[in-house]
């Protein structure tokens, strides 16, 4: 059974750091692209960040890039977001996805940043 | 950047009735469009991929069809169940997410 579980979110102050991890089980992980989607409260979905399947190349669209940072670790199975720089509109349940469009989705984690 | 339009931004409908959502992208997509359910206080789901497959589990009931720009997902035999939002999401240049469907029974 695929299964991801989201940690790592939390309430953060406007201006600092937080890392969330996905750790993936129930199939290769090394064969899949994997992404991040998130979901500000009663909002639609918006993609954050997409990685390939060995780590060598990252994508984001233009409301993260340079701020959040997509990486994995193939030998245990888990994918991070480094989202630093943290605004008032990054608040929102953050997926991780596998594959390109996510054909699983995570529980979700709850990122808040406020003052 | 590929925006998507999704409409409606909310339907009811009656057990057993047949719905149609529809998506339209701001350029050609290729077939590169997916469709998720997200029932109330859980994840999406994947339902559709392809503009047309139906993903793993999903009852038949449900189906996609579409190229080009213009894409819907029809639902027939509308059961208690399918009360969810619905959301279209383009794969062809990065992932854009249409804005959602809110179904609900009549």
């Known amino acids: 059974e695929v299964q991801l579980v989201e940690t790592g979110g939390g309430l953060v102050q406007p201006g600092r750091s937080l890392k969330l991890s996905c750790v993936a089980s129930?199939?290769?992980?090394?064969?899949?692209?994997m992404s991040w989607t998130r979901q500000a409260p009663g909002k639609g979905l918006e993609w954050v960040a997409s990685i390939t399947n060995s780590g060598g190349s990252t994508y984001y669209p233009d409301s993260v890039k340079g701020r959040f940072t997509i990486s994995r670790d193939n030998a245990q199975n888990t994918l991070y977001l480094q989202m630093n720089s943290l605004r008032s509109e990054d608040t929102a349940t953050y997926y991780c996805?596998?594959?390109?469009?996510?054909?699983?989705w995570g529980q979700g984690v709850m990122v808040t940043v406020s003052s | 950047d590929i925006q998507m339009t999704q409409s409606p931004a909310s339907l009811s409908a009656s057990l057993g009735e047949t719905v149609t959502i529809e998506c339209r992208a701001s350029e050609d997509i290729y077939s590169n469009l997916a469709w998720y359910q997200q029932k109330p206080g859980n994840s999406p789901q994947l339902l559709i991929y392809d503009a047309n497959s139906l993903a793993d589990g999903v009852p038949s009931r449900f189906s996609g069809s579409g190229s080009g720009t213009q894409y819907s997902l029809k639902i027939n035999s509308l059961q208690s169940e399918d009360v969810a939002s619905y959301f279209c999401?383009?794969?062809?240049?990065?992932?854009?997410f249409g804005s959602g469907t809110k179904l609900e029974i009549k």
């Open positions: 999401q383009q794969y062809n240049n990065y992932l854009t």
């Open positions: 996805t596998r594959g390109y469009y996510g054909d699983y």
């Open positions: 129930g199939f290769t992980f090394n064969n899949y692209w």
